[in-house]
Each structure stands twice: as C-alpha cells, then as structure tokens.
C-alpha cells in the first residue's frame, strides 16, 4: 500500500486546513487508518485514527473538538481537517495505514508527510 499526503500549508493562528491521504496499490485489504505528527525536536504523536468502515475513530486528547478524520472508501482517501489551529500545531503529519485502529505506531504502512505550519 502507498501512502500519499498532501493538504499541508502556512495558516495563520484560527485558521483551518485539511489534509488528505491517498491510498494505492493494495487498497481491497481492510485497513485502518491514521494521522500522526512530529514537530522539530520532538517525537512523532497520534493525532486521530479511523476504521477500516469508518464506524470507530480515536483522537489525541488535545485534537478533540478541533480534528475530524474522516474517509471516503470509494476514492481511498482519508481526510483531517483541522480547525481552530494554533503554533503548537507545527508539524509534519504522517498518514498511515494497518491492521489495528490503535493509537501507537504499530501501522504497517506510512506516508511521506505533509509540511503544516501555524503562524501567531
């Protein structure tokens, strides 16, 4: 399975953004999906994570209320969008792919990452 993310930019504080998450190659497979980020000097963490059906999500505490993962099964593409952001939301954020709706890493497949940069 490929992983393709893209959706990143430069928001200001407030503002919204969504990310995006194609997936190829192996896309018949039930996979759960999820989002992570890792900010410079710091460990990569769970964002939000979906079901295979779409039916379970999990959020990091600090995300509720403000990301909401989504997927749209016929184009194999999975959604965050990102409101209210704020500086700390400075990032890279990985997409991901596996076998079990987790909050660890323990994803099988993971994608290239997208820049998202929240200015005060």
């Known amino acids: 399975v490929q992983l393709q993310a893209s959706g990143g930019g430069l928001v200001q504080a407030g503002g919204s953004l969504r990310l995006s998450c194609a997936a190829s190659?192996?896309?018949?497979?039930?996979?759960?999906m999820a989002w992570f980020r890792q900010a410079p000097g710091k460990e990569r963490e769970f964002v939000a994570a979906?079901?295979?059906?779409?039916?379970?999500?999990r959020y990091a505490d600090s995300m509720k209320g403000r990301f909401t993962i989504s997927r749209d099964g016929a184009k194999n593409t999975v959604y965050l969008q990102m409101n209210s952001l704020k500086p700390e939301d400075t990032a890279v954020y990985f997409c991901?792919?596996?076998?079990?709706?987790?909050?660890?890493?323990?994803?099988?497949?993971w994608g290239q990452g997208t820049q998202v940069t929240v200015s005060s």
């Open positions: 190659g192996r896309t018949g497979s039930r996979y759960n």
């Open positions: 991901a792919a596996g076998y079990f709706l987790t909050t660890t890493n323990n994803y099988a497949y």
């Open positions: 979906i079901s295979w059906s779409g039916g379970s999500t």
